[in-house]
């Protein structure tokens, strides 16, 4: 059978809302990990088959095939193609899916997966509204589509109001999220300030560490914050930063390994996605990960560390109440809220974090899982070795 394989993985730290990477071009910021990918493997470049890699609100700087512009601005070799993938927040989680079925296929030996976006400079949901007004259309990929209003209503289709339908179904209280909100920053400051991130990050100018955490928190703070939604439970403390930033990493074959005389850290164990109600759009890692060990015939208890997006603290508390796992092996050195969501780069970012976290720990076998706009959800296992 064929394998995947994990050669390396690197990241940038992430920077926070016009912090130290806001002006830096989201190709640059690209091209910044695949220079350090490639000189950290020792691989000849021009021995990629593709490059894979995570992008939302693909305009201005971030159009074009992203993938393609990041590994050219880093002078690498233009026989090399690329292509950008959009699975909202789990694009770059998806890029490491396409590269390693290239790679399990047997079609390909030499992949790049990985993900840019530069949020300061282009922010959510901007390039709908900018590809729709100057075409006197309704902003919005489901304004208008007669088949979805049919099917769905006019029921708001938006991040904040799933967070809310979460938090009411699994009744998850406001104070359940600053808690964990809390411990997401404490976890994430305990990272930095211990290393952990050393090995995994290549700085970027000024910008040596994550960016997002905050020393001065305290749940009294937080509790003098207004809700997004009037009424509702959800604040800025309990979601995921707004964040600039970029990871990628290298899959390869077993033929690979050999004839480039790579060193694997790790397999892909497993690669699945699934999907669930598009309203409440962010449950989706609970049936998907039910599918994933029911596939892989693993439970939780085999899996050492998981790294599930914070995108809102509700996502990942009905998770933990669902899939029963225990909270000290989830997000052990934070998570979004902390660390900050840098769309397209995440799914990258996150994996990287488990790899190198798998081997400080001496653990076996990472999950991850992210919620997606349209009620979607990844799920890998990687293996380490």
């Known amino acids: 059978m064929a394998e995947a394989y994990i050669v390396d993985a690197v990241r940038t730290p992430v920077g926070r809302r016009k912090g130290g990477l806001s002006a830096v071009h989201p190709a640059?910021?690209?091209?910044?990990?695949?220079?350090?990918?490639?000189?950290?493997?020792?691989?000849?470049p021009a021995a990629v088959e593709d490059v894979v890699f995570g992008c939302l609100d693909t305009v201005?700087?971030?159009?074009?095939?992203?993938?393609?512009?990041?590994w050219l601005a880093a002078g690498m070799p233009e026989e090399v193609p690329g292509v950008t993938v959009d699975r909202q927040c789990g694009s770059s989680q998806q890029a490491i899916h396409f590269a390693a079925q290239g790679v399990l296929s047997g079609t390909q030996d030499l992949v790049v997966a990985g993900g840019t976006q530069n949020m300061s400079m282009i922010p959510i949901a901007f390039a709908s509204r900018q590809a729709a007004e100057p075409l006197g259309l309704t902003a919005g990929p489901y304004a208008g589509s007669e088949g979805w209003r049919a099917r769905y209503g006019d029921q708001p289709v938006n991040q904040f109001h799933g967070a809310e339908l979460i938090a009411r179904k699994w009744g998850i209280t406001r104070q359940d999220q600053e808690a964990w909100a809390l411990r997401s920053h404490q976890r994430a400051l305990r990272a930095i300030d211990e290393g952990r991130f050393t090995k995994e990050t290549v700085a970027h100018g000024d910008v040596t560490v994550d960016e997002g955490p905050r020393r001065d928190t305290t749940l009294e703070k937080m509790a003098g914050l207004k809700p997004v939604v009037e009424g509702g439970t959800i604040t800025a403390a309990c979601s995921s930063q707004v964040s600039d930033g970029a990871a990628a990493m290298l899959i390869a074959s077993e033929r690979a390994v050999r004839e480039h005389g790579l060193t694997p850290r790790a397999r892909i164990h497993h690669?699945?996605?699934?999907?669930?109600?598009?309203?409440?759009?962010?449950?989706?890692?609970?049936?998907a990960t039910a599918y994933a060990l029911k596939k892989t015939g693993l439970t939780m208890d085999d899996i050492d560390l998981v790294e599930?997006?914070?995108?809102?603290a509700p996502v990942v508390l009905a998770w933990l109440k669902e899939t029963g796992t225990d909270p000290e092996k989830v997000n052990?050195?934070?998570?979004?809220?902390?660390?900050?969501?840098?769309?397209?780069?995440?799914?990258?970012?996150l994996m990287t974090t488990l790899l190198h976290e798998l081997e400080r720990t001496g653990g076996r076998f990472g999950l991850q899982t992210m919620c997606e706009g349209g009620g979607q959800a990844n799920v890998t296992v990687i293996e380490r070795l």
């Open 60 to 70: 201005g700087p971030q159009a074009g095939d992203i993938a393609r512009t990041c």
């Open 308 to 312: 599930i997006n914070e995108a809102f």
């Open 28 to 44: 640059d910021l690209g091209a910044h990990v695949l220079t350090a990918l490639v000189a950290r493997t020792g691989i000849d």
């Open 332 to 349: 052990v050195n934070g998570g979004a809220i902390a660390l900050g969501h840098p769309l397209g780069a995440t799914g990258t970012k």
């Open 271 to 287: 690669l699945s996605v699934r999907g669930e109600d598009p309203i409440r759009m962010l449950s989706a890692p609970i049936p």
